[in-house]
């Protein structure tokens, strides 16, 4: 089992920036890939961006690309997300999870947090 808990998410004028926080727990070993997701309601959750822990290769989806950056401490079981020039459309729950593999699936991904809510106003 590997637990998740999110932080850091709040209410942010457009084009202010976050810092979202994954803290891990449990067997975290088992699972070397962290991956942040995000659903606005109504919508499908959606790839953000992923890591992996052991080699620190990333994938990013297009619509964050040179505004989000993702990050891991491993010696704090931390991932972070990096979150600048923020947009309305980025208005979302994010949510932090744990997998295998680098991909932008989310059933690929095992465990999840409970996620944090971003808000964006115009």
Same mark, same amino acid.
């Given at each position: 089992?590997?637990?998740? $808990?999110?932080?850091?998410?709040? &209410?942010?004028?457009? #084009?202010?920036? &976050?810092?979202?926080?994954?803290?891990?727990? %449990?067997?975290?070993?088992?699972?070397? !890939?962290?991956?942040?997701?995000?659903?606005?309601? %109504?919508?499908?959750?959606?790839? $953000?961006?992923?890591? *992996?822990? =052991?080699? #620190? =290769?990333? =994938?990013?989806?297009?619509?964050?690309? #040179?505004?989000?950056?993702?990050?891991?401490?491993?010696?704090?079981?931390? !991932?972070?997300?990096?979150?600048?020039? &923020?947009?309305?459309?980025?208005?979302? $729950?994010?949510?932090?999870?744990?997998?295998?593999? !680098?991909?932008?699936?989310?059933?690929?991904?095992?465990?999840?947090?409970? %996620?944090?809510?971003?808000?964006? *106003? =115009?």
């Amino acid at each position: 089992q590997v637990q998740l $808990v999110e932080s850091g998410g709040g &209410l942010v004028q457009a #084009g202010g920036s &976050l810092r979202l926080s994954c803290a891990a727990s %449990g067997r975290t070993f088992t699972r070397l !890939v962290r991956g942040w997701f995000r659903q606005a309601p %109504g919508k499908e959750r959606e790839f $953000v961006a992923a890591i *992996s822990l =052991s080699s #620190g =290769s990333v =994938s990013q989806a297009d619509s964050v690309k #040179g505004r989000f950056t993702i990050s891991r401490d491993n010696a704090k079981n931390m !991932v972070y997300l990096q979150m600048n020039s &923020l947009k309305p459309e980025d208005t979302a $729950v994010y949510y932090c999870a744990a997998g295998t593999l !680098v991909v932008v699936t989310p059933g690929e991904y095992d465990y999840w947090g409970q %996620g944090t809510q971003v808000t964006v *106003s =115009s």
